[in-house]
T-cell receptor, first 114, second 114 residues
Framework: DAGVIQSPRHEVTEMGQEVTLRCKPISGHDYLFWYRQTMMRGLELLIY????????DSGMPEDRFSAKMPNASFSTLKIQPSEPRDSAVYFC????????????FGPGTRLLVL | GNSVTQMEGPVTLSEEAFLTINCTYTATGYPSLFWYVQYPGEGLQLLLKATKADDKGSNKGFEATYRKETTSFHLEKGSVQVSDSAVYFC?????????????FGKGTLLTVNP
């Protein structure tokens, strides 16, 4: 299995630009999670989906952030407009119902907003 | 709400030293407990888990015992190696219908010197 795939691995952009992060979960997994990791705040859950439906988006920092999951094999996290304080590593993770206690993480996208 | 507190790092040890990373939690009911590990430049991966009181999780020489009376899940290894250098995260999960998520501690950086 290829594991959770994220793209791009690195993104450098200027303040005000739109940023789109992409995630392909492990085939057969029905939960998908987006996390943000920073030195100051550690690992934060932004949003998670079950069967492509958003279940809890209480961690999404503000309206500039949005996430979609149009099908079981693809999700996006969009930041528009981006700000320097959005600089972080963004992780996607997936799991399946029977083994839902174990989340499988992707390698992350390192975002730098100048 | 649920929370996880783990010892702050960084922790620096010499090869073959004994490792303990403390973790305590606050949660209602009976959560499942986890240790995840993040190697440099990678996403998190599950190291071990325990789903009920007095369970011991183990993997790669690491162990942790679910202690409900002290609400703790300390990570131990008898003899660390340079390759164990990583960030270690304690986490808990609670389930309710389709609603579930992991609550992570802030992470502890371990550096093992040869």
């Amino acid at each position: 299995d290829a594991g959770v795939i994220q793209s791009p691995r690195h993104e450098v952009t200027e303040m005000g630009q739109e940023v789109t992060l992409r995630c392909k979960p492990i085939s057969g997994h029905d939960y998908l999670f987006w996390y943000r990791q920073t030195m100051m705040r550690g690992l934060e859950l932004l949003i998670y989906f079950n069967n492509n439906v958003p279940i809890d988006d209480s961690g999404m920092p503000e309206d500039r952030f949005s996430a979609k999951m149009p099908n079981a094999s693809f999700s996006t996290l969009k930041i528009q407009p981006s700000e320097p304080r959005d600089s972080a590593v963004y992780f996607c993770a997936s799991s399946f119902w029977q083994g839902r206690e174990t989340q499988y993480f992707g390698p992350g996208t390192r975002l730098l907003v100048l | 709400g649920n929370s996880v507190t783990q010892m702050e790092g960084p922790v620096t040890l010499s090869e073959e030293a004994f490792l303990t990373i403390n973790c305590t939690y606050t949660a209602t009911g009976y959560p499942s407990l986890f240790w995840y590990v993040q190697y440099p430049g990678e996403g998190l991966q599950l190291l071990l888990k325990a789903t009920k009181a007095d369970d011991k999780g183990s993997n790669k020489g690491f162990e942790a015992t679910y202690r409900k009376e002290t609400t703790s899940f300390h990570l131990e290894k008898g003899s660390v190696q340079v390759s164990d250098s990583a960030v270690y995260f304690c986490a808990l999960s609670r389930f309710g219908g389709s609603n579930y998520k992991l609550t992570f501690g802030k992470g502890t950086l371990l550096t093992v010197n040869p």
